[in-house]
């Protein structure tokens, strides 16, 4: 076997220092390989090295927009893999997680949308995002009853072409725009 990636968040054990050499980012606590950041991980198992490659320092930061979709969900958050950062695409997918309130009896978007979202930072090793602000929220999503497509039919509201229901979700105000994945964001800061 010859190339492990993994993705290893900050303060993750990756590997013993006596069975890897390591390369790139990383720090050695207790004889540990440690991960300093969200990073890339590629264990070598022929030749013995581990190669830890940041991917959070060099393209997120706390404030910067990320677009992404929507894993699964788990209360009370979201698991989203991020595909683009400040409208640059990334190359290895980063996860994010987002809070929604769990009391609410249905969250404001659902598995499989594509969502904009802030970074809002760091939190126990995660990277952190949130849809509040108004130029954040669900992008593109199917009707979560039948998996139909969706027409926008109020500031926050939809409603399925095949299936009749309504639903609610967050919405970016260009909310299934051609533009939405390629938007520049020159004009909101
Ligand atoms: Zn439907």
Do not use: W
Request: proline share 4%; net charge positive; charged share 25%.
């Amino acid at each position: 076997m010859n190339g492990d990636n993994v993705q290893a968040y900050p303060g993750d054990n990756l590997a013993v220092i006596e069975e890897f050499e390591p390369l790139g980012d990383y720090f050695i606590e207790n004889g540990q390989i440690i991960a300093s950041k969200v990073s890339k991980v590629k264990k070598d198992k022929t030749n013995k090295q581990i190669e830890v490659l940041g991917l959070v320092r060099k393209y997120i930061r706390k404030g910067d927009i990320v677009t992404g979709q929507v894993d699964y969900m788990q209360k009370p958050f979201a698991h989203v893999i991020i595909f683009r950062v400040n409208d640059k695409k990334l190359y290895g997918d980063i996860k994010a997680m987002l809070y929604f309130d769990p009391d609410l009896r249905l969250a404001p978007f659902n598995e499989g949308a594509i969502i904009r979202a802030r970074v809002i930072g760091l939190t126990a090793g995660h990277l952190m995002i949130d849809i509040q602000d108004e130029e954040m929220g669900v992008l593109e999503a199917k009707c979560p009853n039948c998996g139909g497509p969706l027409v926008k039919r109020g500031r926050n509201m939809l409603r399925c072409l095949k299936c009749g229901k309504s639903s609610f979700m967050k919405l970016a105000p260009d909310f299934y725009s051609s533009k939405a994945r390629h938007i520049n964001y020159s004009n909101i800061f």
